[in-house]
Structures are given as structure tokens and as C-alpha cells.
């Protein structure tokens, strides 16, 4: 079975970068016409799909987060990674990183376990 | 962007008994293939989101029959024909149509 597991900091100061790794295990990254995505979840609160990256490159980002936003893949480490920017309070929340499927509908079945990485001097 | 609602926002409900909420979009999500682009998700207690329904109606791989997606357009339900102690939670639900995806607000499910 597929699995997912983020990693990066949890603290991270205002105006910083938050900078996230997905690493998949129990299956190939580059195999088949998979999605790698990103959700996040503020504390209490619910859900907001960050964007997602195929493995030839297709990338789909939120309009709100586009500018700070960066999702890369790197196939030889079966990881993927996200960079935002100038982050700020608002972006406290656990990020998820997740499985992509588009072969009918839009749908994440697999999911990391989540990381809280809050943002604070 | 689409938006999506949820009701209720709270469900107490009895194990055994069946169970059913509703999430509204504020734009159809019939998708030119006829099939409507609505997944729904069960976050349960300290755990990562699962997928439970994609397609609006097609159970994803593991996922008990108990658990039925329904609706067209802009009106869908999900039911749980006999709900177990193990189904307790926030269900989202979320348009698949266009980015940028959106969930709803999300159901608490929790026993009486």
C-alpha cells in the first residue's frame, strides 16, 4: 500500500520560506499518470487544497497561493516537495501531502499523516 | 472559485442506525462526461483525511457498502445505511470540477 510522509520544520518565521518533502514509499513516484498534490488545514478549521504537480511537469496551483507557491518532483528521490514564500501567520496549519488521481474525476486516495508547521517569531 | 456547503455541521447518531448529510456547490459539477465531480472524505479523530466516494456515487477501494454517495448537479448526499462507532468524524465533502478544488465546511459525526 501506497505511503506518504511529510517532513520539513515546524517553526518557521514570518517572511520566511516554508519548504516541505513528500516521500513516497511502497510504489513508484514517476509510475503512471499520477498527481502529487498538497492540502492544508489551519488549526480547527478546514481544508484547503495547495496545489499539485504531475510527473511530466503539469502543474495546478490555488490562484490565492500561485505567486508564493512552488511544487516540484524529484523522481530519484520518489519525493516531492513544496516552497512557499513571505510566509506569514495565516499559513500556520498542518499540511498534508497526498496521491493525485485525474484517470476519472479529481480525487487524493492516498494521504501522508500530516505535519503541523506553524509560523511565528 | 466554487463554493461549497455543508449540513449539518453536526450530527450526533446512534450506532446501528442509518445516517445522511447533505453538501451543496453554488455551481454544478456535472462534468461533460456525465459524471459529477464530488468526492467525499472522512477525517477521522487525529488521522489525515480518507477518501470515501469520488465520482459522487463510486465507493473508493476498501471502503464499506455501507457508505453511499448520491446527487446531481449541485445537491449530494452521503449515506450511511447502519453507522458503526468506527465512522466518527468530520466528513468533507469537495468539488473535483476545477481548481481551485474546494471542501465544504465539513459534518461532525459523533454518538449520542
Known sequence: QLQ????GP???KPSETLSLTCTVSSGSISSGDYYWGWIRQPPGKGLEWIGT??????????????????????TSKNQFSLRLTSVTAADTAVYFCARHRRDWGN????????TLVTVSS | DIVMTQSPLSLPVTPGEPASFSCRSNQSLLHSSGYNYLDWYLQKPGQSPQLLIYLGSTRASGVPDRFSGSGSGTD????ISRVDAEDVGVYFCM???QTPFTFGPGTKVDIK
Not at chain 1, 506518504?4 to 517532513?7: M, W
Not at chain 1, 504537480?53 to 524529484?74: A, E, Q, W
Open chain 1, 4 to 7: 506518504l510522509q511529510e517532513s
Open chain 1, 10 to 12: 515546524g517553526l518557521v
Open chain 1, 53 to 74: 504537480r504531475s510527473n511530466s511537469g503539469s502543474t495546478y496551483y490555488n490562484p490565492s497561493l500561485k505567486s508564493r507557491l512552488t511544487i516540484s518532483v524529484d
Open chain 1, 107 to 114: 480525487y487524493f486516495d492516498s494521504w501522508g499523516q500530516g
Open chain 2, 76 to 79: 449530494f448526499t452521503l449515506k
Open chain 2, 95 to 97: 468539488q473535483a470540477l
